[in-house]
């Protein structure tokens, strides 16, 4: 796997704000039933991984895990997480808080 995973000022930020919260917190890139594929920030001891989840990376200590039906969606991509105003899912961490995680993705040259 060749993952990059790059976070901006904004994203970081809100990481950092969501750990002193929350304690350890995780990613997990959904495979796409409701909303589409998202970016769901939750906290790690309320998250089950199961066997079928794949690490992608992470960013400041916080593991990013996706499921192996949508791996190959972001295998030898950069992974760009975002954070922008607006409200994201309410099953995310950051829902309520006027700030919402953005996931994009390149693939990697």
């Known amino acids: 796997m060749n993952n990059k995973i790059i ?3 904004n994203a970081l930020q809100l990481i950092k704000e969501l750990k002193e919260e929350n304690g350890n917190i995780i990613f997990h890139i959904s495979c796409g039933c409701c909303d589409g594929t998202m970016l769901l920030c939750a906290e790690e ?8 989840d794949i690490l992608l990376g992470n960013i400041e200590n916080v593991k990013i895990y996706t499921h192996k039906n ?3 969606n972001f295998e030898n991509h950069t992974i ?3 954070a922008l105003i607006g409200n994201g899912s309410e099953f ?3 829902y309520g808080s006027g ?3 953005v996931l994009e993705s390149e693939i990697n040259k």
């Open 92 to 94: 995310s961490l950051e």
């Open 70 to 72: 949508n791996y190959n």
């Open 99 to 101: 700030k919402k995680f």
């Open 7 to 9: 976070a901006d000022d």
């Open 45 to 52: 001891k309320d998250f089950k991984i199961g066997e079928n």
């Open 80 to 82: 760009y997480i975002k």
